[in-house]
Nanobody
Framework: QVQLVESGGGLVQPGGSLRLSCAASGFTLNYYGIGWFRQTPGKEREGVSCMILSNGSTYYADSLKGRFTISRDNAKNTVYLQMNNLKPEDTAVYYC?????????????????WGQGTQVTVSS
């Protein structure tokens, strides 16, 4: 069974850090593109970052460059999103998704499997 499971969300104060995990089961991430997205109520899903697992290419939303870092652990079949200097506007449900075409895009359409999401709340 193909599955993506996010974890690592929680409540953090402004300026703090969190590392989200996206663990895959039922398939090997090496042959996919993985994207991180976030969504708040009433807004469209926003692309945060993506990676092509076969070559390590990464891409970030311009507004998040320098604060967010995507990485992988092939042995654990897991992709991470390190988020630093968090701001209240980063509050959202964060999702990871897989793209079998191995593209790296911040648009949600090519992605076929999605995790259930993990809530990140940045508040003092």
């Amino acid at each position: 069974q193909v599955q993506l499971v996010e974890s690592g969300g929680g409540l953090v104060q402004p300026g703090g850090s969190l590392r989200l995990s996206c663990a895959a089961s039922g398939f090997t991430l090496n042959y996919y593109g993985i994207g991180w997205f976030r969504q708040t109520p009433g807004k469209e899903r926003e692309g945060v970052s993506c990676m092509i697992l076969s070559n390590g290419s990464t891409y970030y939303a311009d507004s998040l460059k320098g604060r967010f870092t995507i990485s992988r652990d092939n042995a654990k079949n897991t992709v991470y999103l390190q988020m630093n200097n968090l701001k209240p506007e980063d509050t959202a449900v964060y999702y990871c998704a897989s793209d079998p075409s191995q593209f790296c895009t911040l648009l949600p359409d090519p992605y076929d499997y999605w995790g259930q999401g993990t809530q990140v709340t940045v508040s003092s």
